[in-house]
């Protein structure tokens, strides 16, 4: 199970971080990944994180802004994104997999934290 939160309103230019705590799986042995879904749009790709922590990659419309990173410890990951932007505004959702993809094909996914960036 995975849940996601963190999400806001914020002003264009501005941060935030969310977080995506799993329970009931060994959060190691999963890849994560973030998607987000504007109002109108398909779901899309924004970013993964390998299971080790050691390779991320990231969508281009926000690449330079965004870092994911984990915290196996503590079984959370995290979406920290700087410098909003307005299109930034929508549904975020962690997912996790065995193996890190930029498609959709994720075994678990959390239920979406919102975030809204004002101009």
């Known amino acids: 199970q995975l849940q996601a939160c963190g999400g806001g309103l914020v002003q264009a230019g501005g941060s935030l971080r969310l977080s995506c705590a799993a329970s009931?799986?060994?959060?190691?042995?999963?890849?994560m990944g973030w998607f987000r879904q504007a109002p109108g749009n398909e779901r899309e790709f924004v970013g993964y994180?390998?299971?080790?922590?050691?390779?991320?990659y990231y969508a281009d419309s926000v690449k330079g802004r965004f870092t994911i990173s984990r915290d196996n410890a503590r079984n959370t990951g995290y979406l920290q994104m700087n410098t909003l932007k307005p299109e930034d505004s929508a549904v975020y959702y962690c997912?996790?997999?065995?193996?890190?993809?930029?498609?959709?094909?994720?075994?678990?996914w959390g239920q979406g934290t919102h975030v809204t960036v004002s101009s």
């Open positions: 009931g799986r060994t959060f190691s042995n999963y890849a």
């Open positions: 997912a996790a997999a065995r193996v890190a993809r930029t498609t959709q094909g994720y075994d678990y």
């Open positions: 994180i390998t299971s080790s922590g050691r390779t991320t």
